[in-house]
C-alpha cells in the first residue's frame, strides 16, 4: 500500500472558532475513509479542506497524487449535454474511460447528447460520478455520494469504490446515510466532533 493523503493536527476555524476536533487522518491505496457525524459538524468543510478548495487555519496536509472531489450537489452544467459536461474532466488528467463507457458504467447509456438540465436529480447524481470514470484519480472525495439516489444507483456507488480500491485508488466520503457495502476490512472510520468553543473573554 503507498500513501495517497495525509494531515497532522488539521484544523478550520468559522467565525474565529474551530469547527472540529484536530484531525489526524492517513488515507491509503485500497482503502476508503468513511466520514460520519452530525450535521453541521464540518463534513463537507473538511471534504474542502482535503481538495484543496478551502485552506486549514492551523496543520498539515500532504497529497500525493492527483484528486478528484464530488461535492454534494453534482456540479454539472445544465446547458450542456452530458457528454459535454464530461469532456472537460476528461482532458484536465490521464484520461480514464470514454465517455459513452462512463456513462453506460453509471446507468445512462443512450443519454449522452441530453442536456444536463433535463436530467433527473439521481441522474444528476449518476453524471457527477461519471466524471470520476473518465479520468485516473487516485485520490475520490465524495460528499453524501448516494443522495438522490434509488437503491440501484446506490449498489452503483458501492460498486464504483469497490473497483476504485481493486485498482488501488483511496476514498474519502461523508455520510449520514449509508455506508459503502464494499469489504468492511478497507474501511476506516472517522467521526468528527464538534471542538470546544473558546471563551473569548
Not at 114 to 135: D, E, I, M
Amino acid at each position: 500500500m503507498s500513501l495517497l493523503l495525509e494531515t497532522s493536527r488539521l484544523e478550520f476555524h468559522r467565525y474565529g472558532q474551530p469547527v472540529f476536533r484536530p484531525l489526524e487522518l492517513d488515507l491509503q491505496s485500497g482503502r476508503a475513509i468513511v466520514l460520519t457525524g452530525p450535521n453541521g459538524v464540518g463534513k463537507t468543510t473538511l471534504l474542502r479542506l482535503l481538495a484543496g478548495i478551502l485552506a486549514p487555519v492551523r496543520g498539515s496536509l500532504k497529497h500525493h497524487g492527483e484528486i478528484a472531489f464530488v461535492g454534494h450537489l453534482p456540479a454539472i452544467k445544465g446547458d450542456l449535454t452530458c457528454r459535454e459536461n464530461l469532456a472537460y474532466e476528461r482532458h484536465v488528467g490521464p484520461p480514464g474511460l470514454d465517455m459513452a463507457e462512463a456513462l453506460a458504467r453509471v446507468g445512462l447509456a443512450g443519454l449522452g447528447s441530453r442536456p444536463g438540465r433535463a436530467l433527473s436529480a439521481g441522474q444528476k447524481r449518476r453524471l457527477g460520478l461519471a466524471r470520476l470514470l473518465v479520468r485516473e484519480t487516485p485520490t475520490w472525495l465524495l460528499d453524501e455520494p448516494y443522495a438522490s439516489l434509488d437503491d440501484a444507483g446506490c449498489s452503483v456507488v458501492d460498486e464504483l469504490i469497490g473497483e476504485h480500491l481493486d485498482d488501488g485508488g483511496g476514498v474519502v466520503l461523508a455520510t449520514h446515510q449509508r455506508h459503502p457495502r464494499v469489504d468492511a476490512q478497507r474501511l476506516d472510520n472517522i467521526t468528527l466532533e464538534f471542538a470546544p468553543v473558546r471563551d473569548a473573554s
